[in-house]
């Protein structure tokens, strides 16, 4: 009966989503091909999802479960392209087809043996000053195309200079296939863990930034714990773990999860919101609240720096707030350019709770 309701909350509310001119070389987007109209940002990616060679580039990565794979993507940005946004095609404005000069549109897929792969990511990583790395764990509802946009569009709009990076696991990309996910994104955690380790032992990276969104924070936070626990030797190259509406239960977190993260002496940094609709309707179906969801209290951990988005994001959904709302994108490009703790960056405001100390977007 809960899974009935959940499905029903989430058919009611939607699905969930699991600036370049005419420039020269001096563009603050380094590393990134520019055309007359859009740039080309180039993503590396590794992936659990059975590979469906012959289908084109939307569907090349499916449903099933399968062996990891290694590859890159090529995504457009248009020119006019606005913080936050994954521009697509509208009917209201007469558009019926992807064109790489008004949208983001997942342009190619190239696949690579493991060795080479790794050749090219580390060449990519060193080419940068910090010899840094995001590595992005999508949610759930989220296609590969949804995915290497998304990671595309963050690494743009954070003009991030080292290699964007995503990890896919098989999401169903269909809001009634929670359960499916749910099961697929336990299942994906071994292998999640075997991606970091090749990725963190060939890949040069020197400032490795973990992001997880949604469900995908059950997959990165489990992998790192016991990755990290068999070898500890990679704390070193971890530079920032950031979660973004965790659809975690909130209790598991504090009593399990936060303790094995902080014994990493990796930072962290956890993003939830009161208006976060998906993670409510989670909490129907599993009967707790979620990490990401602060509408009854804020996850607070002393040693993890708490981010309160309420009031930021103005969507439907309110659950991508930390991919599609410029206050966020900005507190996210403070942290990762530039190393600031949630005590120096500017956009945030701090709330000294009975909990604890926390801090909030400043809307």
């Known amino acids: ?30 590393g990134i091909k520019l055309k007359p109209n859009y740039a080309v940002v180039n993503v590396f990616f590794g992936t659990d999802r059975e590979e469906n060679i012959g289908l084109d580039v ?4 499916g449903l099933e479960q399968g ?51 790794f050749e090219e990511l580390a060449s ?19 296609s590969f195309e949804e995915a290497a946009k998304r990671t595309a569009q963050i690494s743009y709009d954070l003009a991030f200079e080292g290699a964007p990076v995503f990890y896919s696991w098989p999401s169903q990309g269909k809001i009634a296939s929670y359960t499916i996910d749910k099961r697929n994104v336990e ?7 075997a991606f970091l380790d090749d990725f963190l032992s060939r890949s040069s990276a020197q400032n490795v930034y973990l992001v997880a969104h949604s469900m995908g924070n059950l997959a990165l936070t489990g992998a790192v714990v016991s990755l990290l626990d068999d070898k500890p030797e990679f704390r070193s190259q971890l530079t920032e773990i950031i979660l973004t509406a965790p659809d975690i239960d909130a209790d598991v977190f504090k009593r399990d999860i936060a303790p094995a993260l902080l014994e990493s002496k990796t930072p962290v940094t956890l993003y939830a919101s009161s208006e976060d609709k998906a993670l409510l309707a989670s909490k129907e179906v599993h009967g707790h ?29 309110g659950h991508s707030y930390f991919a599609d709302t410029k206050s966020v994108l900005s507190d996210l490009f403070y942290l990762i350019r530039d190393g600031l703790r949630a005590n120096q960056r500017f956009g945030l405001s701090v709330v000294n709770s009975p909990a604890g100390r926390y801090w909030k977007i400043k809307e």
């Not at 299942?187 to 863990?193: D, G, H």
Request: a positive charge; glycine letters at 6%; one cysteine or more.
């Open 1 to 30: 009966m809960k899974a009935l309701t959940f499905f029903s909350l989430l058919l009611l509310i939607g699905s969930i989503a699991g600036c370049v001119a005419n420039r020269d070389t001096t563009d603050r987007h380094v």
């Open 58 to 61: 939307k569907n090349r990565f």
């Open 67 to 117: 062996e990891i794979k290694y590859g890159t993507a090529k995504v457009s940005i248009p020119r006019d392209h606005r913080m936050g946004e994954l521009e697509k095609p509208s009917i209201l404005r007469l558009e019926f087809r992807e064109n790489p000069e008004k949208h983001v549109v997942l342009l190619n897929i190239s696949t690579r043996p493991k060795d080479k792969y």
């Open 124 to 142: 990519k990583i060193r080419s940068s000053a910090k010899r840094s790395a995001f590595i992005f764990v999508h949610g759930y509802n989220v």
């Open 187 to 193: 299942w994906a955690e071994v292998n999640l863990k």
């Open 289 to 317: 609240p979620r990490v990401g969801d602060s509408s009854e209290r804020l996850v607070i951990v002393q040693g993890i720096e708490t981010i309160d988005a309420t009031g930021a994001n103005t969507s439907f959904l």
